[in-house]
T-cell receptor, first 117, second 113 residues
Framework: GAGVSQSPSNKVTEKGKDVELRCDPI?????LYWYRQSLGQGLEFLIY????????KSGLPSDRFSAERTGGSVSTLTIQRTQQEDSAVYLC???????????????FGPGTRLTVL | GDSVTQMEGPVTLSEEAFLTINCTYT??????LFWYVQYPGEGLQLLLK?????DKGSNKGFEATYRKETTSFHLEKGSVQVSDSAVYFC????????????FGKGTKLTVNP
C-alpha cells in the first residue's frame, strides 16, 4: 500500500518568508509525528498528534513553528518568518492504532528539504 | 530525560568485514529499542527492533540484543556488503506519553568492494 508522503520534496525560501510543509500519513494511522533532521542536531522530535489533537508539542523550537492536523489525516507544519537555522530536512512519520504492550512502529516519509537563504 | 548515544563514525569497512556500531541509552521505565537505516537518497526505514530485555532483533543479517544491565543495543553484522552503505540510527521509544522516538546522532557506514 501507499506509504507516508510529504510535499514538497524540496523548498527553497528567503529569510523572513513563511513556509508550509505537508504530510499525508498512511491511511488508518492515528498517530502522526514531525521530526527535524539537521547536520548539527541529528534527528529531533518536534510534535506528536493523536487524531487531530497534539498532546505533545514539546519539541517545537519556537513560537514561529506550528502544526495542525485535520480529519485525522493530513498534517501541515508551518514555519513563520523563516530563519537560516531552520534549514533542515523535515520528516513526518505515522503509526497505527491499537496500542498493545509493545511500542508501535513509526513509518517515515521521504522528508522535505528546506533551505532558507 | 531519555537519551541515546551511538558511535558517530564515519565507519569505513571492506566488503565481508565484521561490523559493530555501539549504542547505549538512558531512559526511565522499559523502553523499546530500534535501529533505523537511511540509504543514500532514501527515507528512514526500520531495520530491527527489540521491545524487552534480552530480546534480539534481527533483519537482513543484522542483529542487536537489548541488554538492560549495560543499557546497550549494539548493532552487529558478520559480513557487510557494499549495499549496506548507509547511515544507521539507534533510537528508543517509551510507552506512555507521546511515544516519540529519541534518536542517536547516526553513524555513516561506507563499505568498499
Amino acid at each position: 500500500g501507499a506509504g507516508v508522503s510529504q510535499s514538497p520534496s524540496n523548498k527553497v525560501t528567503e529569510k523572513g518568508k513563511d513556509v508550509e510543509l505537508r504530510c499525508d500519513p498512511i491511511s488508518g494511522h492515528t498517530a502522526l509525528y514531525w521530526y527535524r533532521q539537521s547536520l548539527g542536531q541529528g534527528l529531533e522530535f518536534l510534535i506528536y498528534f493523536q487524531g487531530n489533537s497534539a498532546p505533545d508539542k514539546s519539541g517545537l523550537p519556537s513560537d514561529r513553528f506550528s502544526a495542525e492536523r485535520t480529519g485525522g489525516s493530513v498534517s501541515t507544519l508551518t514555519i513563520q518568518r523563516t530563519q537560516q537555522e531552520d534549514s533542515a530536512v523535515y520528516l513526518c512519520a505515522s503509526s497505527p492504532p491499537g496500542r498493545t504492550f509493545t511500542y508501535n512502529e513509526q513509518f517515515f516519509g521521504p522528508g522535505t528539504r528546506l533551505t532558507v537563504l | 530525560g531519555d537519551s541515546v548515544t551511538q558511535m558517530e563514525g564515519p565507519v569505513t569497512l571492506s566488503e565481508e568485514a565484521f561490523l559493530t556500531i555501539n549504542c547505549t541509552y538512558t531512559a526511565t521505565g522499559y523502553p523499546s529499542l530500534f535501529w533505523y537505516v537511511q540509504y543514500p537518497g532514501e527515507g528512514l526505514q526500520l531495520l530491527l527492533k527489540a521491545t524487552k530485555a534480552d530480546d534480539k532483533g534481527s533483519n537482513k543479517g543484522f542483529e542487536a540484543t537489548y541488554r538492560k544491565e549495560t543499557t546497550s543495543f549494539h548493532l552487529e553484522k558478520g559480513s557487510v556488503q557494499v549495499s549496506d552503505s548507509a547511515v544507521y540510527f539507534c533510537a528508543l521509544g517509551s510507552q506512555g506519553g507521546s511515544e516519540k522516538l529519541v534518536f542517536g546522532k547516526g553513524t555513516k557506514l561506507t563499505v568498499n568492494p
